[in-house]
Nanobody
Framework: QVKLVESGGGLVQAGESLRLSCAPRGAIFTTMGWYRQAQGNQRELVATRSSDGKTNYVASVEGRSTISLDNAKLTVHLQIDNLKPEDAGVYYC???????????????WGQGIQVTVSS
């Protein structure tokens, strides 16, 4: 069974840093990352990291965000510095991968973590 265990988030002051972690289990993952959904908005990509090390960031966090992988713990971390009110929302861990022996890749989602930014 595939499971994505998310941690971090909560209430953060504007200008401070946010750190989220996601520990996916149960599959071989080729892409890991985070999406977010602000109230009234569609879910959007924040940052992803593929198994070859390539990263992708949404323009609004580019330059103040880092997505990294702890290989030993198989945990993906997202840090966003200089947090802004528009960074608030529910953050979802996203992983794409396949169960060993399968050929088809599947998208997996965490349950979501609320991030509130106070100004």
């Amino acid at each position: 069974q595939v499971k994505l265990v998310e941690s971090g988030g909560g209430l953060v002051q504007a200008g401070e840093s946010l750190r989220l972690s996601c520990a996916p289990r149960g599959a071989i993952f080729t892409t890991m990352g985070w999406y977010r959904q602000a109230q009234g908005n569609q879910r959007e990509l924040v940052a992803t990291r593929s198994s070859d090390g390539k990263t992708n960031y949404v323009a609004s966090v580019e330059g103040r965000s880092t997505i990294s992988l702890d290989n030993a713990k198989l945990t993906v971390h997202l840090q966003i510095d200089n947090l802004k009110p528009e960074d608030a929302g529910v953050y979802y861990c996203y992983c794409r991968g396949y169960i060993s022996g399968d050929l088809l890749q599947t998208d997996y989602w965490g349950q979501g973590i609320q991030v509130t930014v106070s100004s």
